[in-house]
Structures are given as structure tokens and as C-alpha cells.
């Protein structure tokens, strides 16, 4: 491996965890390593996969409390500040008039569903990005519309939540792998610029053609 390629690992092992300079002292201390690119390479390396370890074993210790809370639904809420813009947005139903009113009722209708054994999720619903989703799927706003856009990004936060625990539980080598492979994507840049070359040596030859064929008649 050159030189250059191991510099560029160790670079990004680094920026993948961060290494603190005390406790790599200490670990340069207790190990017979010396201060460089491929031992703070290794050391980032055992703190990722500690850290992946006791992600494994927490997920393994609590997998059916994360699978329970995984089925509950979404239960969209609102700021104050938001409240008054969803109620401009609401086409339907008969919201309560004010958030504090809406709050107590939310508040009651959540601990009933408890009682019941009906767990929900809270879902903070923003009335700007609402009413951008109102536009792009052209629903009427209603408190099903609320809940299924709520549930959407909950699913989203879940879906992003599982790939990052996904990615913690890949092998070292073949997280830096992919690392190095996305810092080394080939930029669009040169080949746009050839691109460009190619359409303007292009215009010369056709207007050099051109000139030329004026030229002839005019003899």
C-alpha cells in the first residue's frame, strides 16, 4: 500500500472517530505503539468496534422493548407557535381553538390510550414542512392527513435509525472501505469540461467549413 493511500485511511479512521489526545496518550501508553497515521488508525479502529460491540449487546438486551416501541404509531403534536398555522391549514373537522385546549385534550386522550395498553409515539409536527407536504400530495388537512404525515416521518426516523445500526455493526475494514471508496468518487467536473471542449472544437470545425465554402463561391 503507498504511502499516500495509507495517509488518506488514517485520515479518515480519524475523522470516523473522534480521538481524543489524552486517551490516546494513554492508550500509546499502555500499548508498545508510537504516535502515527497507522496506530492512531488502530486506535480508532478498537474504539469503533467497542462502541459497535455495545451497540450489539444493548439492541440484544432490550430487542423486545425496541421492537415494541417499533410497531407504535405516530401522534402528531404542535408548538404554540405552530398550532395557530395548522389551524389555517385544517380544511376539516373542528380542531380545538387553542393549543392549550388542544394540549389538555391530547394530554387525556394519550393517557387513556395507555390504560388501554395502546402506546403511541410522539411525532412533532412542523406547520411549514405540513403545509409543503399538503402541496406536493394535495390532500385537504384533516387530523388523518396530521397522523399519516406524521407516521410517514416517523418511518423515515426508524428507516435512518436501522441503517445507522446496520453500519455500526459492519466489520471495520469494510466500513473504512466504503468510506474510502465515497472520498475517492470521480468528479463530474473533468468530464463535463471535456464535454464542453468537444461542443466548442465542434463549432470551429463546422464555421472553419463554412468560411471555406464562402470562400470557394465567391471565386
Known sequence: MHRSSAHRRAIIATKTCAVRPDLFQAWLDANPQVASYPSRQRYAQELL???????????????????????????????????PLILGLSATGNPPATWKEWWENSKASEAERRRQGLLTTRVRVHAGKFKAWLQANQPLSSEQTRQKYAQQRLNMKRARRAARRAEERLPWARRLQL?????????????????????????????????????????
Not at 62 to 69: S, T
Not at 183 to 203: D, F, G, N, T, Y
Open 49 to 83: 468496534d467497542t462502541r459497535a460491540a455495545r451497540g450489539a449487546a444493548y439492541d440484544e438486551e432490550h430487542r423486545q422493548e425496541i421492537e415494541a416501541a417499533a410497531e407504535y404509531p405516530a401522534a402528531p403534536v404542535y408548538t404554540p407557535r405552530d398550532y
Open 179 to 219: 468510506l474510502t471508496a465515497a472520498s475517492q468518487a470521480p468528479s463530474p467536473w473533468p468530464h463535463k469540461a471535456i464535454e464542453v471542449l468537444a461542443h466548442a472544437l465542434l463549432a470551429v470545425a463546422i464555421a472553419t467549413v463554412l468560411l471555406a465554402v464562402k470562400w470557394l463561391r465567391n471565386d
